[in-house]
């Protein structure tokens, strides 16, 4: 900044050198008057110090603030991206959990679905079994009362024929006779 100042008035000077020159030839031809351009030089320089002298320290606070704020700005924008890269990997981190729990709870369910299939099986072939039995044993149950009714309808159908072949077969003497030796060994018994 030093430098720039210097610079300044060096094209000061020069301007003023120039200013009085010109101003010189206008009023005589003859010179400079080189007291009017070392004054216009040091009011100029005493200006420009004394300008630089107040201006200069606003400046380098100005200055100073802003590379202050600047870097307190800076600060922030790397802690927001700090933060933001940290959400970033969180985020990343929970889709790739998310992905490993939906592969997960898929597997379950797979399971489940595949113990209830077997238990449905299971239950299945136990509930035909039990029908199954029941059945047979209603069957059973069913074949034998058939069959007392068949023995006792042939047993029926026996006595009614064998009772119509003795009456056909019997008359009127037969029939005193087998009642008289009933009547008679009801006797020798008593």
């Known amino acids: 900044m030093t430098t720039d100042m210097t610079s300044l008035a060096t094209k000061l000077g020069e301007l003023v050198v120039a200013a009085a020159d010109a101003g010189g030839h206008a009023a005589e031809s003859h ?3 080189w007291l ?12 420009f110090g004394f300008l630089f002298w107040q201006v200069a320290p606003m400046v380098s ?15 922030r924008a790397q ?23 939906v592969s997960r ?9 595949e113990a ?3 238990r449905f099986e299971e239950d299945t072939e136990k509930a035909v079994a039990r029908m199954l039995r029941e059945t047979e044993f209603t069957i059973n149950q069913e074949m034998r009362k058939a069959e007392r009714k068949i023995h006792a309808a ?15 077969r019997i008359h009127d003497d ?14 020798s018994e008593t």
């Open 36 to 47: 009017v351009v070392i004054s216009l030089f040091t009011n100029a320089l005493l200006f």
């Open 174 to 187: 037969d029939h005193r006779r087998l009642t008289d030796q009933y009547v008679e060994s009801l006797r």
């Open 154 to 168: 042939a047993v029926e159908a026996t006595l009614q024929a064998a009772e119509q072949k003795i009456r056909a």
């Open 116 to 118: 209830d299939r077997k």
């Open 61 to 75: 606070k100005g200055l100073k603030e802003r590379r202050a704020t600047m870097a307190t700005e800076l600060e």
């Open 31 to 33: 010179g400079i008057d």
């Open 105 to 113: 709870v898929i597997e379950s369910y797979e399971r489940e679905a």
């Open 79 to 101: 802690k927001k991206q700090a933060e933001a890269e940290a959400r970033l990997a969180e985020y990343q981190e929970k889709l790739d959990n998310l992905e490993r729990e």
